[in-house]
């Protein structure tokens, strides 16, 4: 087992990026979330973050270091919207709700992160992306290219920061049981499940754990990876 870091998991109220909080709490890390709304989860540390604001991304990064007593070494920029409609309905905000939230937002929280990282030669930086980044989806023109640029953000601090002890990866998930795919129609998930390889979605816990390997020492050489998990459905991409 490794030492304790101090993990930052954005959006880790509800969902994949809670399941992702609650992996790290279990191998004994220190964990802090951000919830823009609501209340803490039960039995995890919690601040107030609303990504698309740099003053609260940075306010939430010196609260959380505050509650955890040093620098953030393990980001995970969690934290996503969907706003789908066809392109030709798909109005100026639509797009750029998106955009600024998903990489943007990613990015605000990356350069922050990456400030205490550089001082201590090390971190992990986990952005979690989308199987549709790659593969493509009709009526997420937004949320597919958010999600793609999520790779070229990751790949550029690997170039950037790669021989300072940081990496920085890109997980891919596919369709995972959260209330964002509870809003689908039903014969919409009944369609993806005919379309992906596993015949079935995946629950949350599947997508940490994948992430709490790149965050892992065994996974110190990996860096500018997109890591898959979506049964098969992207082929590797
Ligand atoms: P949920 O909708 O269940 O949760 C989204 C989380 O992001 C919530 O905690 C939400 O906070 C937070 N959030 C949204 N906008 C902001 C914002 N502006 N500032 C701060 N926090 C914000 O989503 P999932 O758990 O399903 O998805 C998590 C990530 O995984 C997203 O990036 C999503 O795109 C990605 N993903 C999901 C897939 C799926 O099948 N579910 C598949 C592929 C990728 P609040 O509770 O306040 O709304």
Do not use: W
Not at 28 to 56: F, K
Not at 169 to 189: K, Q, S, W
Not at 223 to 236: E, H, Q, R
Request: contains cysteine; proline residues 4%; glycine residues 12%.
């Amino acid at each position: 087992m490794s030492d304790p870091r101090n993990v930052l998991v954005t959006g880790g109220n509800r969902g994949i990026g809670l399941a992702i909080a609650q992996a790290f709490a279990a191998a004994g890390d220190n964990v802090v979330v951000t919830n823009r709304s609501g209340e803490a989860p039960e039995g995890l540390q919690a601040v107030r973050c609303e990504v698309t604001d740099t003053a609260s991304v940075d306010q939430a990064f010196t609260e959380a270091e505050q509650l955890l007593g040093g620098p953030i070494e393990v980001l995970v920029a969690n934290a996503g919207i969907t706003r789908d409609t066809l392109l030709m309905r798909m109005s100026d905000e639509d797009f750029d709700q998106v955009i600024d939230t998903n990489l943007a937002g990613a990015f605000r929280c990356a350069r922050r992160a990456s400030k205490g990282m550089i001082k201590l030669r090390r971190g992990r930086m986990i952005f979690i992306s989308s199987v549709v980044g790659l593969y493509g989806s009709p009526g997420q023109a937004n949320y597919a290219s958010s999600k793609s640029g999520l790779v070229g953000l990751a790949r550029s601090i690997t170039r950037e920061l790669g021989g300072r002890g940081i990496t920085a990866n890109v997980v891919a998930p596919g369709f995972i049981e959260t209330d964002m795919t509870a809003a689908l129609p039903d014969e919409t998930v009944a369609g993806y499940k005919k379309a992906i390889p596993a015949g079935r979605l995946a629950q949350p816990a599947e997508v940490a754990a994948a992430v709490t390997f790149l965050a892992s020492p065994d996974a110190g050489y990996i860096s500018g990876a997109v890591i898959p998990v979506d049964g098969g459905l992207g082929m590797g991409h």
